[in-house]
T-cell receptor
């Protein structure tokens, strides 16, 4: 596609429920990143993929969070047993290559998750 | 922890004035990037500067990098109301390891340009 697509754009869920957030990167972008942003804050790194593998999962806050990427394309971030502190905007970005090689990110518009 | 820290946290200026935002970081970097965010949604890549570069220009944007001081600045000249947004610096570590492939973002500077 022309840009990074994230769905849903907004999600309201009850505490304790599981949610799945989807990211469809730009075609041909090998690197895919997940960040989250709480209100008025900077971006908190969660995980990144190079192809289908995840070299760095260090930012996942707890074992309730998991992510996968299949076919080197679409990625899904799953949050199990959601808590109120999970409320944030979840941002996905993709790039032609890793940031280490001088590539910038293209971000999606994010999924605003509200846990009530 | 955040690698980059922007200063000031908020900046309010009149249209036509220049806006300068600063970013400091702690560890060695491979490159530093600046992003803009409108309305708390997706970020837009503005400019990238590599560790062996000192200055870069793109339109009304000028970025400088001082690796000895571990700092960078973003200058927007002749600002417009449409420049109102949050601006973030992001650093890519110079060392190897699993952090090598990703960017670490600062807290951002909120810029308001009054017409």
């Amino acid at each position: 596609g022309a840009g990074v697509s994230q769905s849903p754009s907004n999600k309201v869920t009850e505490k304790g429920k599981d949610v799945e957030l989807r990211c469809d990167p730009i075609s041909g972008h090998t690197a895919l990143y997940w960040y989250r942003q709480s209100l008025g804050q900077g971006l908190e790194f969660l995980i990144y993929f190079q192809g289908n593998s995840a070299p760095d999962k260090s930012g996942l806050p707890s074992d309730r969070f998991s992510a996968e990427r299949t076919g080197g394309s679409v990625s899904t971030l799953t949050i199990q047993r959601t808590q109120q502190e999970d409320s944030a905007v979840y941002l996905c970005a993709s790039s032609l290559g890793l940031a280490s090689r001088g590539y910038g990110y293209t971000f999606g518009s994010g999924t605003r998750l509200t846990v009530v | 922890s955040q690698q980059g820290e922007e200063d000031p946290q908020a900046l309010s200026i009149q249209e036509g004035e220049n806006a300068t935002m600063n970013c400091s970081y702690k560890t060695s970097i491979n490159n530093l990037q600046w992003y803009r965010q409108n309305s708390g949604r997706g970020l837009v890549h503005l400019i990238l500067i590599r560790s062996n570069e000192r200055e870069k220009h793109s339109g009304r944007l000028r970025v400088t990098l001082d690796t000895s001081k571990k700092s960078s600045s973003l200058l927007i000249t002749a600002s417009r109301a449409a420049d109102t947004a949050s601006y973030f610096c992001a650093t890519q570590p110079g060392a190897g390891g699993t952090s090598y492939g990703k960017l670490t973002f600062g807290q951002g500077t909120i810029l308001t340009v009054h017409p």
